[in-house]
C-alpha cells in the first residue's frame, strides 16, 4: 500500500506529518482534487475548531461582526433563483444585499411545505445552510475566524439576564417595548443602521418571552403551556440528546425539532426576527412563521449550537455517526406520525437544495464534520 493511499484511509486523524506533529487535519482528496505530486504537509486541510461567543477574544467577535455588515453592503446577486415560490413571502428584492440574499434562500425553502424544516433536511440542510455562510464570510468579506456558537444551556437557568446580551459581547439584548421590541443596543441594533430587507425594511426586533404558547394542543401534540420555555435547553435537556437515541437519528432530531424541543425554544424566547415575527408596521398579508428568522444574527449562533448538539451526538455512538432517515414532505397535518416528513424517502445521495446561491451538496457530504465537504469540529 502506498503513503498516500494510508493517508487517504486515516484522512479524520490527527497525524505526525514532521514539523505539524499532532495536528488535526481533513485530507481533500473527495473534492477531485490531483494531490498525488504534493509534499506530504501540503497533503492536509486544518482542522478548524468552532468556539463559544463569549470563549472568543473581543477583536474575534468584532471580526465576525464586521463581517457579517460587509455581507449586507453587498448587492443582491442575480444568481438567486426561488425554487418553491410561495405565495405567501414577499418577492426577492433586487435592492437588497448579498445577506439578504442568504435570508431569501430560507424564506424560499420554508413555506407551503417546508423542504428543511420537519423533513430528514433539518439537521444536514442547516449544517449545510451555516457552512456557506461561513464561506460567504470568508470569501467576499475576508473573515478569518471560525463560525462561533451560542451556548445556550449557560443561559437557560435565568434567560431574562442571559449574560450572552451583556453589552461586552455586542450581540443586544431585548428590544425596546414601545418601539415595537426593535433592538437600541449593540451592534445590529437601529442606530447601527442594520436593516434587514424582508419582509420589507425595518430595524430588528427582539421580544424576550419565557411563556409563548397560548394553547395546551399545538399541530395536535399536547404541550405544557405553563412550563417555562428555557427548561426546554437546559443541560440536563442537550444530556439526554447527547446520551440518548442511540442509532436513532428519527428518535434524535424529533426531539431537538419538536414544538418544545430545543431549536424551536430558543426561536420562540428571543422572538422578534429570530422567531419570523411580522413588525408591526408590515405591510397588509405579511404573514409570521419560520422564513426570516436568519435576520437576526443571533440564527447562525443558535444553528451552530444545534450542530453541536448534532455533532456531539454523532460522536457519542458509532451506531449515530452516519446515522439518518426521514422524508421529504412536511406534514403539519399530522405531524405526530411524520415528525421528520413522509415519503418520498431520503438517503444519504439526496440532494440539497441552494436556489442557485450556493453549489449543491448531498447529504454524505456533510453528515461527517471532518470529512468530505466540511473540516471543523466544536470546542
Partial sequence: MTLWSKLKFKRRRALPLGHLHLLRACFPYELGLDLTHRPLDKLYIEMLVRREWRKISRSERRDWIDAIKCLTKLPHSPVLTPIVNPDDIAPVNITSSYYDDIVY??????????????????????????HNFESALKEKCGFNGTLPYWDWTRDAPDFLHATIFDEEYELGGCGEPSRD???VDGAFSGPSLFRPSYPFPHTLRRNFTLFPYTASVI???????HLPINNTFSAAEVRKLTTGFQGDYKGFQTYIEGIQGAHASVHLIVNGDLLGAC?????????????FTPN?????????????????????????????EGGSVQRLDNITMWP????PWMDLQTVMP??????ENTVVDVIDTEDGLLCYTYE
Fill in 354 to 359: 441552494a436556489d442557485g446561491l450556493f453549489s
Fill in 219 to 225: 399541530l395536535g401534540v399536547p404541550i405544557d403551556p
Fill in 296 to 324: 437576526d444574527p443571533l440564527f447562525w449562533l443558535h444553528h451552530a449550537m444545534i450542530d453541536k448538539v448534532w455533532h456531539d451526538w454523532q460522536h457519542n455512538s458509532i451506531a449515530n455517526t452516519r446515522a439518518f
Fill in 105 to 130: 434562500l430560507h424564506m424560499d425553502l420554508n413555506r407551503k411545505e417546508s423542504r428543511v424544516h420537519g423533513t430528514g433536511l433539518f439537521l444536514p440542510w442547516h449544517r449545510w445552510y451555516i
Fill in 181 to 183: 421590541f426593535e433592538l
Fill in 340 to 343: 421528520t416528513g413522509s415519503a
Fill in 279 to 291: 413588525p408591526r408596521t408590515a405591510p397588509p398579508g405579511c404573514m409570521s412563521g419560520p422564513t
